[in-house]
T-cell receptor, first 116, second 112 residues
Framework: EPEVTQTPSHQVTQMGQEVILRCVPI?????FYWYRQILGQKVEFLVS????????KSEIFDDQFSVERPDGSNFTLKIRSTKLEDSAMYFC??????????????FGAGSRLTVL | GNSVTQMEGPVTLSEEAFLTINCTYT??????LFWYVQYPGEGLQLLLK?????DKGSNKGFEATYRKETTSFHLEKGSVQVSDSAVYFC???????????FGKGTHLIIQP
């Protein structure tokens, strides 16, 4: 069964450092998402991406965050200058654009970010 | 705005007990409704979904019915197993690029 792949599974970084989280969505999917889950809290929407541009973003997704689809397969989330409160599990998800599978997001296993 | 409210956890049950996890939503129009499950140390997996009123989603013995009149999508299972221990998230979504709106999650603990 096709799956969404995320790397790294765990990253530890110092406050103020840049971090890039990588995702390989399912190959024929058209919509891409990033979510985060702070330990013990709800899963929060960060951003959605379609047709090579951001479709929607939440208040969390400020100027410190950016997304890119550099090569047609990877989908990356960059945090420019990490803060302690960025420590969380980050989930990538993708969705097909066709009606038979539309509206169902497939999630990756997540990347745990720890900011010290 | 849209929101999803789930019953607070943790919910602790004995094996073979009947499970209900309540979920209600606030939304304009008619979103699709979902239950996702997160097993310990793993990511989010789709458990079941319903796309319109009165639809029943079902999977692995779990069921939920989209109730427009009560804006609810309660998750039920007739006989739970220890392996069902996980965090369950209720969520809603509109079409296209819209993201999922999740509830806070309900931690389910099944004791042998």
């Amino acid at each position: 069964e096709p799956e969404v792949t995320q790397t790294p599974s765990h990253q530890v970084t110092q406050m103020g450092q840049e971090v890039i989280l990588r995702c390989v969505p399912i190959s024929n999917h058209l919509y891409f998402y990033w979510y985060r889950q702070i330990l013990g809290q709800k899963v929060e929407f960060l951003v959605s991406f379609y047709n090579n541009e951001i479709s929607e973003k939440s208040e969390i997704f400020d100027d410190q965050f950016s997304v890119e689809r550099p090569d047609g397969s990877n989908f990356t989330l960059k945090i420019r200058s990490t803060k302690l409160e960025d420590s969380a599990m980050y989930f990538c998800a993708s969705q097909t654009g066709v009606s038979s599978g539309a509206n169902v997001l497939t999630f990756g296993a997540g990347s745990r970010l720890t900011v010290l | 705005g849209n929101s999803v409210t789930q019953m607070e956890g943790p919910v602790t049950l004995s094996e073979e007990a009947f499970l209900t996890i309540n979920c209600t939503y606030t939304a304009t129009g008619y979103p699709s409704l979902f239950w996702y499950v997160q097993y310990p140390g793993e990511g989010l997996q789709l458990l079941l979904k319903a796309t319109k009123a009165d639809d029943k989603g079902s999977n692995k013995g779990f069921e939920a019915t989209y109730r427009k009149e009560t804006t609810s999508f309660h998750l039920e299972k007739g006989s739970v197993q220890v392996s069902d221990s996980a965090v369950y998230f209720c969520a809603l979504k509109y079409g296209g690029a819209d993201g999922l709106t999740f509830g806070k999650g309900t931690h389910l603990i099944i004791q042998p």
